[in-house]
């Protein structure tokens, strides 16, 4: 549903931090001060805990801005003025010494008059005391939070208030008091009060910061009730920095950006500006136009300041929080903080200013860091409206961006020079290119760069252009590659084009090149690996030939992957081991190594070596990273990384390879596989409208005319058990017999064994004659299921099993030896599965196996609350119950309550990692990382991190 006020129906990105209130409310008393800045959404966060917590009674009120100094005991006369509405002034007069409010009177009129005088010490106190005594009355009879906006305009009194009340916490009281963390310049009178009642054992501090890209797509979807396309998404992002209310401010309710801030968001962007000496603001403007980070030598050479001059007039507004300062180096708090001072400067001085800069770093590129002052130069003269010279130093900046792996800037610096190139007559020469030569570079950039769809269409516009079949084929089989990944229908006639068009005599690169990606697609579609074998000797052939190391070693991968079934996994390991060779020889670039890493940790996944899959893809993940591909070949990798955490159970470090991985905006069918993980995960634990949102991910991307057997099986499984977790069984059977008529599961027994235990699944849970008749039919295709290593035969146990089930039988020796095969796999969720369906199928009054059937009744429950599978919990204790098995507690609960990923966290903070570092180590945000680090404080109770560290080597931990 589309937002009508340009306001997202869903607050995005702030799961964690919702928790983290929820936990502090179940918790109380407590107090939490919750800082961030200016539109970083402190209310809505707030306001989305209120309403999900409704039986709580909550008393809010808000500091304002009247004077320098503030209304004195503003928010708590609001709180009173709210309570006086809920239950009268003779309400408020029970729960007060003497039945009378007099003592409340300094703070709201309907009281009456002050019953002792005002301005004094005393006076003070009893005011201070009857506001604890009425909180200490209202909690005796149910929890409160209060809420306490705006501190930051907090006068003297109020914080004094403040601090009193917090420090003396009556039971079952939740204090929130929000702040604006732009505000808090180096002088302001909360810094100390923050500092102290940091210190307090039940305080809390919650930095909100700006959301992630993911969160902003989340936003900008709630508001138009579509997904935003992602250069706008790429357009909102950068300019809104994450920034929710900004956010809202650039996307209008039709989709389009707005080019212009809204007048009242301006005002609040520049109001922290026009405070400033006009001096300040002067040299502001000219620092604006030097772009998100200027140095202090180039502002002071293009502004005719000394060092010293310089210092002095920018102080005000470091002082102020508009700068910051990043080593010897000013940034905007905020890019549209710089976009609004950049916007107050005259046509007139815009022009003036750019050519300044750029003039500046003609004479001494050692003003800006090494390698910035090609993409600096690009920028200023573009700004000032020069082509010739904004058209020269943009494709050198693209050609120093490429070498510095920065393929997004190079990409940007060629989109500009494409963009330029008619206004420069001599562009060729200027340049010594032709324009295709342009537009090919461009294609490789948005490869690299992981912007597929720009990358297609810049292959068009070369194809229009080429008169030359070899080029053209190299064009062709370019966007072949890119069409993969979006998972077009016509990827293969793309490629067969380019085959078409290079001569296999004389052998060539472009040949070699051209089958080896034409066999690459091929062997990964159901009924594609006979041409692709062919295809890939070719290949090898021809590259040996002609020399090129790195088709060779993609062949060679490709050969493997055909040859080697999911039983033969150490030989196709030993293959590519030969494949890795050639690279470490050198001569091969890094898409072959990172295709070597993805196919290594794909076939060991399928062995069953779950932790020797999950390094080799973290390794390939770093590799990719390392190159500049974290958003193509890094996210690819991710969910090489995702599976095996997901088969050991780690599925919370599963997410957050996900989460990370989505931040990156991948390509779709990239996109796709990850939200299977994210959907698997979600039907395990009951959240079935994540679950929905992550199946309709993948159908909107995936169809089964062009999508491969990785991809469809996944999907088809996630569909069949979202809709049986839905009670959806007639869903469920429809699913199912898609399977049979659109797909065919026996092809592989990688991904056809577990969809048909799935389905297998939904015909027992469903029953009657359409599920038995279809149960025949999957019957039938596991027969011809070519046989598989020892993943594959604990899936065929499984199977069985399950069919059995189907068909009325319950089978404890089958059900027993899939909990034997998948526990020897190290894989909980199934071996959980298996337990409970074996003690389903024992007799409760056969004494012989009636404690058997506790233990594994036991065990299966410890596996599904480790795990938080509460659907699979609730069917163990219903079972328990019915059998009247107690299943107890349990005897090696985590560590003060700690999850394992929180123990590794701990284990990194006791090293003295900053969550910069942590989230580098574990593939993982940074925002993510400090939520870890605030829970686990909360956990140990303990107010820092080096407490932590601490506590960790205290335990044992470490």
């Known amino acids: 549903m589309q937002s009508q006020q340009g306001v997202s129906a869903v607050l995005a990105g702030r799961g964690d931090e919702l928790a983290f209130l929820n936990r502090a409310l179940r918790e109380a008393p407590g107090a939490l001060l919750v800082g961030g800045e200016a539109g970083v959404g402190k209310s809505r966060l707030i306001k989305e805990f209120l309403d999900a917590n409704p039986e709580v009674r909550t008393l809010c009120g808000g500091c304002l801005q009247i004077s320098a100094e503030g209304l004195p005991f503003a928010p708590f006369s609001a709180m009173l003025r709210r309570l006086v509405r809920e239950i009268g002034v003779d309400g408020v007069a029970a729960l007060l010494p003497g039945g009378t409010p007099a003592g409340l009177a300094r703070l709201l009129p309907e009281f009456g008059r002050p019953d002792t005088e005002t301005g004094t010490a005393e006076a003070r106190i009893r005011l201070f005391d009857h506001v604890l005594l009425l909180f200490e009355r209202l909690t005796e009879r149910e929890p409160a939070v209060l809420v306490i906006e705006d501190v930051h305009w907090a006068e003297r009194s109020t914080r004094d208030l403040l601090s009193y009340l917090i420090r003396n916490l009556p039971a079952g009281l939740l204090v929130i008091a929000t702040y604006r963390s732009d505000e808090l310049h180096r002088d302001h009178p909360l810094r100390p009060l923050l500092a102290e009642l940091g210190r307090v054992d039940w305080v809390r501090r919650l930095d909100l910061d700006r959301l992630p890209r993911r969160a902003v797509a989340e936003q900008a979807r709630g508001i138009l009730g579509r997904d935003l396309d992602q250069p706008s998404l790429d357009a909102v992002y950068g300019r809104s920095e994450g920034n929710p209310l900004f956010v809202e401010a650039l996307l209008s309710c039709d989709g389009q950006i707005n080019g212009e801030l809204p007048e009242s968001l301006r005002d609040l962007i520049l109001g922290s500006v026009r405070k400033l000496p006009e001096e300040t603001q002067e040299v502001l403007r000219v620092a604006s136009a030097g772009g998100d980070r200027v140095e202090h030598a180039l502002l002071a050479a293009v502004t005719g300041l000394d060092d010293g001059a310089l210092s002095r007039v920018l102080r005000p507004a470091v002082a102020a929080n508009v700068l910051v300062v990043d080593g010897e180096a000013y940034g905007f708090r905020h890019a549209l903080m710089r976009e609004a001072v950049h916007g107050d400067l005259l046509p007139g001085e815009h022009t003036r200013t750019h050519t300044r800069f750029a003039e500046a770093l003609e004479g001494d590129p050692s003003l ?36 510095a792996t920065a393929y997004t800037e190079c990409l940007r610096m060629l989109d500009r020079v494409l963009e330029l190139w008619e206004k420069v007559p001599d562009a060729a020469e200027r340049l010594g290119v032709d324009h295709v030569t342009v537009l090919e570079r461009a294609i490789d950039a948005s490869d690299l760069a992981g912007e597929t769809e720009r990358g297609v269409a810049f292959a068009k516009a070369a194809l229009k252009e080429i008169d030359d079949p070899i080029r053209a084929a190299g064009v062709l089989e370019h966007r072949g590659r890119l069409k993969i990944r979006l998972g077009h229908p016509k990827t293969l006639d793309d490629l067969r084009e380019a085959a078409r068009l290079v001569p296999a005599d004389p052998p060539s690169v472009a040949r070699a090149r051209v089958l080896s990606t034409l066999a690459q697609q091929l062997y990964l579609l159901p009924t594609g690996a006979v041409e692709a074998r062919a295809l890939a000797v070719a290949a090898l052939e021809t590259a040996r030939t002609v020399g090129d190391a790195t088709v060779e070693a993609h062949a060679l991968t490709t050969i493997a992957g055909i040859d080697f079934s999911d039983s033969d996994g150490d030989r196709h390991l030993a293959e590519l081991a030969k494949a890795e060779a050639l690279y470490t020889r050198g001569g091969v670039d890094d898409s072959a190594m990172l295709r070597i890493a993805t196919n290594e940790s794909h076939v060991l996944e399928g062995m069953g070596e779950h932790e020797r899959a999950v390094e080799v893809a973290r390794r390939g993940v770093a590799l990719a990273g390392k190159h500049g591909l974290a958003r193509t070949s890094g996210a690819f990798l991710s969910i090489n990384l995702a599976e095996p955490l997901l088969s050991l159970g780690r599925w919370d470090e599963a997410l957050e390879v996900v989460e990370h991985a989505l931040e990156l905006s991948p390509p779709p069918l990239t996109r796709a596989s990850l939200h ?77 064994l577990p969809l048909m235990c799935a389905a297998a699944r939904a015909c027992a849970e469903a029953g009657g004659e359409r599920a038995a008749g279809l149960l025949t039919r999957i019957r039938a295709s596991a027969e011809k299921t070519p046989d598989g290593g020892c993943v594959q035969r604990a899936y065929a146990l499984r199977f069985e099993a399950e069919a059995a089930r189907a068909e009325g039988v319950l089978d404890r020796a089958a059900w027993a030896a899939v909990a034997t095969a998948f526990e020897t796999l190290k894989e909980p969720y199934p071996l959980a599965y298996a337990l409970l369906r074996t003690a389903e199928a024992s007799d409760p009054h056969d004494g012989g196996t009636r404690e058997d059937t506790a233990a594994r009744l036991r065990k299966a429950a410890e596996i599904a609350e480790d795990l938080g599978a509460r659907p699979l919990r609730e069917r163990i204790e219903a079972h328990a119950r019915r059998s009247r098995i107690a299943l107890g507690g349990r005897t090696d609960g985590p560590v003060l309550g700690l999850t394992p990923r929180e123990l590794e966290v701990l284990r990194l903070v006791a090293e003295g990692c900053g969550n910069r570092e942590i989230a580098g180590r574990l593939f993982i945000s940074a925002k993510t990382a400090s939520v870890h680090v605030s829970n686990i404080l909360a956990k140990l109770q303990v107010a820092s991190r080096g407490e932590a560290a601490a506590a960790a080597h205290r335990l044992g931990i470490v």
């Open 368 to 403: 800006v860091p090494m390698g910035r002052a090609a993409a600096e130069l690009a920028h200023h003269w573009y700004s000032a409206h020069d082509a010739t010279w904004a058209l020269v130093s943009a494709w050198k900046a693209a050609q120093v961006a490429k070498e």
């Open 676 to 752: 299977y993980i994210i959907g698997v995960i979600a039907v395990a634990r009951g959240d079935l409208d994540t679950a929905s949102r992550a199946a309709a991910t993948q159908d909107a991307v995936l169809a089964p005319t062009f999508s491969r057997t990785q991809e469809l099986f996944p999907s088809a499984r996630l569909r069949i058990d979202l809709r049986v977790a839905q009670g959806d069984l007639d869903g469920a059977l429809d699913a199912v017999e898609f399977v049979l008529v659109e797909l065919q599961p026996a092809v592989s027994a990688r991904y056809g």
